[in-house]
């Protein structure tokens, strides 16, 4: 009778983890993701979206991955100094009920030393939340036009040049 008692909360267990696992990434929803597309040779570039949370729980993504570069980090541009430079992030939060924009010259996801793309390509990236949910997004790689960038570029700064 122990046995089974025991044989059967680990199958519970294991039955009810996905739907745990699943939490945080159900809430979550993800607008008009997009890569930018990179010019020939540039070790970075970086991916943007506007994550809503429809949860009533503020949530933060931990971490991003994807298949097309070689890292992949979650960054944001801060300004030092009257320079925009780029800095890695621990976490990326978004507030219960509302959305996090990651767009050129401000929080973003990071892509070091991407492979070959070209436009109209779609990168898959894994979000991965505080829980330990994840939500996978498809972003289309898209060449950058001035109305997506502030002022007519990244505030000055070129991401090709980013080194890690």
Known sequence: ????????????????????????????????????????????????????????????????????????????????????????????????KGETSLKPGGLHVMMIEPKAMKEGDIVPITLTFDDGSTKKVDAKVMKPTAAAMPMGGMSGHDMSQHKH
């Open 1 to 96: 009778m122990k046995r089974f008692a025991l044989s059967l909360a680990a199958s519970l267990a294991v039955l009810s983890a996905p739907t745990f696992a699943a939490g945080t990434a159900d809430s979550i929803s993800v607008v008009d993701p997009y890569v930018r597309l990179a010019p020939p040779g540039a070790t970075t570039t970086g991916a943007f979206m506007v994550i809503k949370n429809g949860g009533t729980k503020d949530v933060k993504v931990v971490k991003a991955d994807n298949p097309a570069s070689k890292a992949t980090e979650l960054h944001t541009h801060i300004d030092e100094g009257g320079v925009m430079k780029m800095r890695p992030v621990k976490d990326i939060e978004v507030k219960a």
